[in-house]
């Protein structure tokens, strides 16, 4: 045996997978630009375009940017189940890049009216829902199978490192070129991950691959993971409360913090480092994912709560800092459990349908808190935050507990899992 193989294994994973390499680079600009997308009008409609009812039509803008990852599960786990993967994913940046850069066309001709930007969010959330899972579901084709738990937390963290720049770069981008100038940018960036992605070869064996199989429903592939299920219903019912802080957070900032979007990138930033330092630590945490995620939600319901009992700029931060440090964790630990769990014909299905089940509550979220925010003060709707997290980790607790009291240290273990990758 060669002295090689150990040197390129030394090697940054994306050094040693440049496929990989290359796809990490376009799913960064991508995710990045979604979020700023995202971000920016939130706080255009907070601090800009708003009338007296600026946290409805946040509210109501965040659940359009979130209804395609429902919508379209079904018609999203075809397409990603039936076609290429590289083929899947240019083209969704591409489509994407083309919305942004004609966005930003008519932004600059004349001032872009509510119901446009509305129907940008929805393209690009519709781009995005078909993005996502169709990239989970390529990793086993763009790295060895001893690199997958690797690179899914690569992937995730890439996530925080995105959502951390588009958080950052929104606020500010629309203080100094309002709409059109972050249109512009993420067209820019889409495009660009267009091209890298279109240039990229997919080697390895992927979902599709080997002795053909019948590909099973949505609803059969979750009726074959009962325990993944009930996680993913859990989960489902944290985002009700979790993903309010993207209406709340603005909202806080404008009524309790009386500051500018600087400020509003300050928090972003602090949410994305924390879910960055989260992805990276996640994996070194001891115990099983159920016990770990039921803590994690716990302190996160405290840190969300926190702003509503100390108001300040410094809580807001220790809050959203934490809050993305068990948002991390949680995504770490669970994605990878589901890499090994989930048979390799199953994934295009079944990382669609995680999508709209953990999406489905976001369009609930937006809406019922942006309209609570126009009747209720930004500190008590953090309260309202954290004490609705705290029955989904009991839940989550006594689901871990059952399924150890009835000998599933495993679960779902029918499903070829290799043993030292559950816990």
């Not at 995105?162 to 249109?183: F, M, R, S, W, Y």
Request: charged share 10%; net charge positive.
């Amino acid at each position: 045996m060669s002295a090689a193989p150990a040197h390129v294994r030394r090697l940054p994973l994306v050094l040693r997978n440049p496929s990989f390499g290359r796809v990490w680079a376009g799913q960064l600009l991508t995710q990045a630009a979604n979020r700023m997308f995202q971000v920016g009008a939130v706080w255009w409609l907070v601090g800009f375009a708003g009338g007296e009812h600026r946290g409805l039509d946040s509210g109501l803008f965040l659940m359009v940017s979130t209804v395609p990852a429902v919508a379209l599960a079904p018609v999203v786990a075809r397409i990603v189940a039936r076609h290429a993967h590289r083929t899947v994913l240019a083209g969704a940046a591409a489509v994407a890049g083309a919305v942004s850069v004609t966005a930003a066309v008519l932004a600059r001709a004349e001032s872009l009216p509510l119901a446009a930007a509305y129907a940008v969010g929805l393209a690009l959330a519709a781009c995005q829902a078909l993005f996502d899972p169709c990239l989970t579901t390529s990793v086993p084709e763009l790295v060895e199978d001893a690199d997958i738990e690797s690179a899914t937390g690569f992937e995730l963290s890439t996530q925080s490192v995105a959502g951390l720049c588009g958080g950052l770069l929104g606020p500010l981008v629309v203080d100094a070129g309002a709409l059109a100038g972050v249109t512009a940018v993420c067209g820019t960036a889409y495009l660009s991950a267009a091209v890298l992605i279109g240039a990229t070869r997919f080697s390895h064996q992927g979902v599709g691959d080997g002795p053909a199989r019948e590909r099973r429903t949505l609803r059969r592939v979750l009726a074959g993971l009962p325990f993944i299920r009930r996680v993913l219903i859990c989960f489902a019912a944290a985002n009700i409360f979790t993903t309010a802080v993207y209406v709340v957070m603005p909202l806080y900032t404008q009524e309790v913090l009386h500051a500018t979007g600087s400020t509003v990138a300050s928090l972003e930033t602090a949410l994305g480092a924390g879910t960055l330092l989260g992805s990276f630590t996640g994996g070194r945490l001891p115990g099983r994912p159920v016990p770990v995620g039921s803590v994690c939600l716990a302190v996160m319901a405290a840190a969300l709560a926190l702003p509503g009992v100390f108001a300040g700029h410094t809580a807001a931060l220790a809050s959203m800092a934490v809050a993305g440090w068990c948002v991390g964790v949680i995504g770490v630990r669970f994605v990878a459990l589901f890499q090994r769990l989930v048979p390799a014909d199953d994934k295009p299905a079944f990382f669609a349908v995680m999508q709209a089940v953990l999406g489905a509550t976001f369009p609930v979220s937006s809406l019922v808190f942006g309209a609570l925010g126009d009747h209720l003060s930004a500190g008590t709707l953090c309260l309202a935050q954290g004490a609705g997290l705290v029955p989904v980790a009991l839940g989550l607790w006594w689901l871990g507990s059952r399924a150890d009291a009835a000998g599933a240290s495993r679960p779902d273990a029918p499903v070829r899992v290799p043993e030292g990758h559950v816990s």
